[in-house]
């Protein structure tokens, strides 16, 4: 493991440090704290990649919509926004697809939905040495289905080692009972099948679950699933012998 590498997942242990404690009085996790890990940590950080994070749906495509009643693309995004805020304190570079409720577009695009589709790959396509993270929220007919599951294609050989990577610590760290296994996608997801680099589909649970679905709808559940995934990230970049 390389020494930038080990400086990042030891500020990433302080920040878990710092986030069971903000969880245990209700405090906000990094936001507002006055903390600033990432310069303590960060370095010379010039080899590690970009992390492209991609909060599914937005604007006029809100996605599924939760048992509650909530719409997925703001759940996808207040993950995606607390796993770039442990991301970039740990020393990372992040680069999101939207932080806001809008909808990508781009003219080579065809459709509003493809268009927006298109709009992600090109951002990830206009980086140098970047690893994609999609998010998202599962959903079926029957409600008894829980656990989150990370998807990914052959387009890259070292996208598998990401999405199982993930899988792995999610099922040690905090869904204990989770057996789900990373799963390829074939040619059926749009944004993994059209890029070259490491690219994963992270469905973060079932929305379709009501149990599942008050938990992802909490700030604490989306602050600890935002920490394991962000692990998991610096654990695959050393293993996809980024750095």
Known sequence: MHFTLKMALFALLCIG????LSLAFGLSPLRGT???L???ARGDFSPLPVVILDPG??????GAVSITGTSEKHLNLAVAKKLGDFLEAAGMRVIYTRTEDIALTDPEGGTKKTADL????KIARGEENPLFVSLHMNTLPQEQYSGLQVFYTESNALSHAVASTIQRDIRMMLQKENRREAKNAGHSIYVLDRLDCPAVLVECGF???HTEARLLE???YQNQLAFVLSRSILEAAEEMAII
Not at 57 to 62: C, L, N, P, Q
Not at 118 to 121: E, F, K, Q
């Open 17 to 20: 440090a710092i986030l069971l």
């Open 34 to 36: 006055g903390t600033d």
């Open 38 to 40: 990432s310069v303590q």
């Open 57 to 62: 749906h937005g604007g006029r495509d809100g």
């Open 118 to 121: 298109l709009a992600r790959v």
């Open 207 to 209: 929305i379709s679950n």
């Open 218 to 220: 909490t700030e604490s």
